[in-house]
C-alpha cells in the first residue's frame, strides 16, 4: 500500500509563499498524484492534479494562476507551489494518489494525514 507523507505547511502571510512536499513511500511514476485541501467546517475540495509521467495538469478554479503542481518520479515526490496565497487557502492540504488523472481528481486511492496552511491576512 503506497504511504504518503505531506510536508512544508506553516504559517505565512497574505501574498505570501509556501512549497509542500509528498514523499511516497513506494513507486509511484504509474500513477497520477494530487492535492486536496479542507478548511475548518467545510468539505475537502480538489486542489491540482498531475498526470503519472507529468505531462498534464488539472487546478481549480480558485488555484489556477498561483498554484503549481510538480513531480520528481526519481524522489517518489510530488510538489505544491503556492504564491499568491490568501487567507482562503487556509486548510490542511492532503496529499492522494489514483490510478488516472480522472481517478485521482475524484475518487483517489490513497491519502496522506495532510499538512496544516495557515494564511494571515
Known amino acids: 500500500q503506497v504511504q504518503l507523507v505531506e510536508s512544508g505547511g506553516g504559517l505565512v502571510q497574505a501574498g505570501g509563499s509556501l512549497r509542500l512536499s509528498c514523499a511516497a513511500s513506494?513507486?509511484?511514476?504509474?500513477?497520477?498524484m494530487g492535492w486536496f485541501r479542507q478548511a475548518p467546517g467545510k468539505e475537502r475540495e480538489f486542489v491540482a492534479a498531475?498526470?503519472?509521467?507529468?505531462?498534464?495538469?488539472y487546478y481549480a478554479d480558485s488555484v489556477k494562476g498561483r498554484f503549481t503542481i510538480s513531480r520528481d518520479n526519481a524522489e517518489n515526490t510530488v510538489y505544491l507551489q503556492m504564491n499568491t496565497l490568501k487567507p482562503e487557502d487556509t486548510a490542511v492540504y492532503y496529499c492522494a494518489t489514483g490510478d488516472t488523472l480522472a481517478v485521482v481528481r475524484t475518487t483517489p486511492n490513497s491519502w496522506g494525514r495532510g499538512t496544516q496552511v495557515t494564511v494571515s491576512s
Open positions: 498531475i498526470s503519472r509521467i507529468g505531462g498534464s495538469t
Open positions: 513506494e513507486r509511484t511514476f504509474k500513477t497520477a
